[in-house]
Structures are given as structure tokens and as C-alpha cells.
């Protein structure tokens, strides 16, 4: 099982670029067939982590992955599993 890691710390105020980088990532997930791409929005105020639970509720990124996992013990972690 592939895994991509996309930590989000250092451009949490850039949406233009956290869009981009959201975007890259799911593409490159699919591309490549990854089962697993792993989401840092880090634990902040919680505002980023909404942002990119936002981004990836929208229908046409909701249809290319399998489902999301909010990590329990990590609060600043979000996996999105892919099924092919």
C-alpha cells in the first residue's frame, strides 16, 4: 500500500497555495494509485483543518477518493483512502 504525507504548516495562511497543494496531491494519489494520502493541517484553531475537510466534501473531489478518516488520536491528521 503506497502512502502520500502532505503537511500543510507551512503555507496554512496561503489558501491560493493550499488549494494548489490539495489539489496536486489527489492527483498524484490517483496518477500513481495510491491507497492512502495523509493530510497535515496541524491542530491551530482548528480553521485549516475545516478548510480542507471543506475542500474535500466538494462533489467533484468527493467522487475520486473512497473515504475520509479523521485520526482519533491526532487531531491535526486527516487520511483520505482511495479504492481502485
Not at 13 to 39: F, G, T, Y
Amino acid at each position: 500500500m503506497g502512502k502520500i504525507k502532505l503537511d500543510l504548516h507551512d503555507i496554512f495562511s496561503n489558501q491560493r497555495a493550499i488549494e494548489s497543494e490539495l489539489n496536486r496531491v489527489i492527483e498524484e494519489a490517483l496518477s500513481k494509485k495510491i491507497e492512502l494520502v495523509e493530510i497535515i493541517p496541524g491542530k491551530g484553531s482548528g480553521q485549516l483543518k475545516k478548510h480542507v475537510l471543506r475542500f474535500l466534501a466538494e462533489p467533484r473531489v468527493r467522487n475520486l477518493y473512497h473515504r475520509i478518516e479523521k485520526d482519533d488520536k491526532n487531531f491535526g491528521r486527516i487520511f483520505v483512502h482511495f479504492k481502485y
